[in-house]
């Protein structure tokens, strides 16, 4: 039987247990993400979106799921001692696929109207808000994972911010993978800002137990007119991990949007992102790093759909690539007719650490105006062997010398992060990343 029909055939037989533990907002659209996991499957590597990543693969194992909302605590204290020296947050755990309370969390601080914690609990209670803007960027009328997320998705996290309503402190909200047993964890995260608000959202995703994991997450975003909002998205988990991510954003007119995209550790990830231009004069800076080793893979897919004239679009992916691991990017800017005056640049570097790794990249432009500024280029390449041997010269040491230009090297995108303690935090990351640190940990351990 193939992997869809395993998973329409589970729901089917537990409808009753998932709608329970979940809200009536959230279940109205289960229907319709039966009928597109049964119409279009899940994705393979038969399709020019998924060439070099067979994500149909990894739902074949029989993965267990916790649908009957079993509490499944987790030490946050003991377990989780990650932090960001010298920036302050407001708190926020997933446990899984679960909100979680924790005395880590915040619990207070927030400005008046604004909502962070429980998409099941904002279903409940603000069923009203939650219906407007859930499920309706996740494109589930192709083959992808917003169907099976909608379909077994029971919780998550919602950040809602009104009009006019600036949030100073940066909001954290970590995703812990915790269990005994193989885990398929099914995450959703839905964020609103309202017209010329602000926001700042990072996202910490790591994993505590050596066990097998497989992630699937749905994030939409929706930008009001004016509205400036930041996310940074941090995958920090092991090799056994499987994690397929797709992001939508909207973005009315004059909002300034900005992502950054980190994996740092992994197993297999695929980062889907489609952005779409609604009203003239946004923004988006769109940016990435991998950094990879031994059978790790890494699919970046990026899509702008400029929609509207006088907007500005800016990509930047880097991949350090080593031993065996692999990597693709697939960028398209899709310019539509009658959106003039845009400007999109769109940008892939990779280095390629011996002949075993492996990079795909394949950037794209599909144009129908004519006065418009756009650019796309890609690079696939080694480490400069002129400045290796030149810092050799002065003395440094050959794997000193490597790291310091790798370092360098992704030190472009991390430099785009505009939180200052942030960005300081990651060059560390990187520099243990790159000098084998973090393999050497197990879960959030690398970052004490």
């Not at 809602?160 to 915790?178: F, H, N, R, W």
């Not at 011996?354 to 129908?368: S, V």
Request: aromatic fraction near 8%; charge should be negative.
């Amino acid at each position: 039987m193939k992997p869809a029909q395993n998973y329409i055939e589970l729901f089917k037989e537990n409808r009753a247990l998932v709608e329970r533990g979940s809200a009536g907002v959230m279940n109205t659209l289960r229907d319709a993400a039966l009928s597109s996991l049964a119409r279009y499957g899940l994705p393979h590597n038969r399709l020019e979106e998924y060439l070099h990543t067979d994500v149909s693969k990894w739902f074949e194992p029989d993965w267990g799921m916790n649908l009957a909302r079993l509490d499944m605590p987790v030490d946050f204290a003991q377990a989780f001692k990650c932090s960001v020296p010298n920036l302050s947050t407001q708190l926020y755990f997933l446990a899984n696929d679960a909100f979680a309370s924790s005395d880590r969390a915040s619990k207070a601080g927030l400005p008046e109207g604004v909502f962070a914690g429980s998409l099941k609990e904002a279903a409940q209670n603000r069923p009203d808000l939650v219906e407007k803007f859930y499920g309706r960027l996740a494109d589930m009328d192709k083959p992808g994972i917003a169907a099976i997320n909608t379909l077994f998705a029971q919780d998550g996290y919602i950040l809602y911010v009104p009009d006019g309503v600036t949030i100073e402190k940066p909001l954290q909200l970590i995703t812990l993978l915790s269990s005994k047993v193989d885990l398929m964890v099914n995450r959703r995260i839905l964020v609103v800002l309202g017209r010329a608000s602000q926001a700042k959202l990072l996202l910490c995703d790591h994993a505590l137990a050596a066990n097998n994991y497989l992630t699937t997450q749905v994030i939409e975003v929706f930008a009001g007119q004016d509205s400036t909002f930041e996310l940074y998205d941090l995958e920090e988990t092991h090799t056994a991990n499987l994690r397929a991510s797709e992001l939508y954003i909207s973005q009315d007119a004059g909002s300034k949007v900005s992502v950054d995209n980190l994996t740092l550790h992994n197993g297999q990830t695929r980062n889907t992102v489609c952005v779409t231009f609604d009203g003239q004069g946004a923004e988006l800076s769109l940016n990435g790093v991998a950094i990879t080793d031994k059978s790790q893979h890494v699919d970046n897919m990026t899509f702008v759909d400029h929609r509207v004239p006088d907007c500005t679009s800016s990509e930047l992916f880097k991949y350090v690539l080593d031993e065996s691991s692999t990597g693709a990017f697939a960028g398209k800017v899709l310019v539509r007719e009658g959106a003039q005056h845009t400007s999109s640049q769109q940008t892939n570097r990779n280095i390629c650490l011996t002949r075993e790794a492996r990079m795909f990249t394949q950037p794209q432009l599909e144009i129908y105006a004519d006065d418009v500024k756009c650019s796309h280029g890609a690079t696939v390449g080694q480490l400069d062997d002129k400045a290796l041997f030149y810092m050799r010269q002065r003395g440094i040491p050959q794997q000193e010398a490597r790291m310091m230009l790798m370092l360098a090297f992704v030190g472009e995108v991390i430099g785009k992060v505009e939180l200052e303690p942030l960005r300081d935090r990651l060059y560390r990351l990187v520099e243990k990343r790159f000098r084998g640190e973090l393999t050497q940990c197990e879960g959030c351990r690398a970052c004490r």
